[in-house]
């Protein structure tokens, strides 16, 4: 039997778990987290209050969302911030892979979004996204074709996502996708807080020739509670930053990926 101080610290743990959920679709209903976590209705009621209480959600009949306002958009703001320095240096490297006369997959993320904002030196290119903000961002640039998926709207992640945006991807071929992950683990593979976007994910990696995994270095090693039901095999690079250790770099290349790591600008490393 656990101890006091070990059910408090799982308690804790489901907790965290339920507002990173929350935080990437927006919204969870309280019968899915009793599937997810296999535990009663007021167990789980009782986590949302406590969730309400620390002022991270607001609760409803059968569940629990965002903050909304101007309090949900600053989430999403903070949420930006993290990592900066890293996502912008794996934009800039991974714009590097993106070429005139391509068609391109752009996974909704802030690391995506970087590529998306250094790829200026593209004046031709079709882009298939479920990123509403890279759109936006590309939409209005000359020789640049915007394909937006379907599919429901989820402001936190400013993207589309279920069954109609993995059905878009049925017949279309892209040379490149760049796909974005809560977690990465050589052991565990690519992994998400919330399954909603599992399927789309897995639609626009088979629509992709060659796959190119984004993701700082926080990220790797780490494990998420929604696996992506696919083999390494499915995935040839993965662009991260300097802060991966090269037992990390054996670890994916022992499984066939190659990893790119993006320095740090010249005036961030002088800094540190």
């Known amino acids: 039997m656990k101890s006091k101080t070990e059910q408090l610290a799982d308690m804790q743990q489901r907790r965290d778990k339920i507002l990173e959920m929350i935080r990437e679709d927006g919204t969870v209903t309280v019968k899915a987290l009793t599937e997810t976590f296999g535990l009663t209705e007021a167990t789980i009621r009782t986590d949302l209050r406590m969730l309400q209480k620390a002022g991270h959600v607001q609760r409803y009949h059968g569940g629990a969302t965002l903050m909304t306002g101007k309090q949900n958009t600053g989430a999403l703001l903070l949420e930006r911030q993290t990592h900066l320095e890293e996502k912008e240096a794996i934009g800039r490297l991974a714009a590097h892979y993106v070429e005139n006369g391509d068609t391109v997959i752009f996974d909704s993320g802030t690391t995506t979004t970087a590529i998306a904002e250094a790829i200026g030196h593209i004046r031709r290119l079709s882009v298939i996204t479920t990123a509403v903000n890279i759109a936006l961002k590309l939409g209005g640039e000359p020789g640049i074709n915007i394909l937006l998926t379907g599919g429901t709207f989820k402001f936190p992640t400013l993207s589309t996502s279920g069954e109609k945006a993995a059905s878009f991807f049925e017949n279309v071929l892209a040379e490149k996708l760049f796909l974005a992950t809560a977690c990465?683990?050589?052991?565990?593979?690519?992994?998400?807080?919330?399954?909603?976007?599992?399927?789309v994910k897995m639609a626009m990696i088979n629509s992709a020739s060659t796959v190119y995994v984004v993701a700082d270095s926080s990220k790797i090693d780490k494990v998420s509670m929604f696996a992506l039901p696919c083999d390494w095999s499915h995935i040839h690079y993965l662009i991260t930053d300097s802060g991966i250790t090269p037992a990390q770099i054996a670890a994916f290349e022992a499984l066939g990926v190659q990893v790119l790591v993006a320095p740090l600008a010249v005036a961030q490393r002088r800094a540190m």
Not at 184 to 199: H, Q, V
Request: overall charge neutral; glycine content about 6%.
């Open 184 to 199: 990465i683990s050589p052991r565990l593979g690519l992994s998400f807080p919330s399954e909603t976007d599992i399927k």
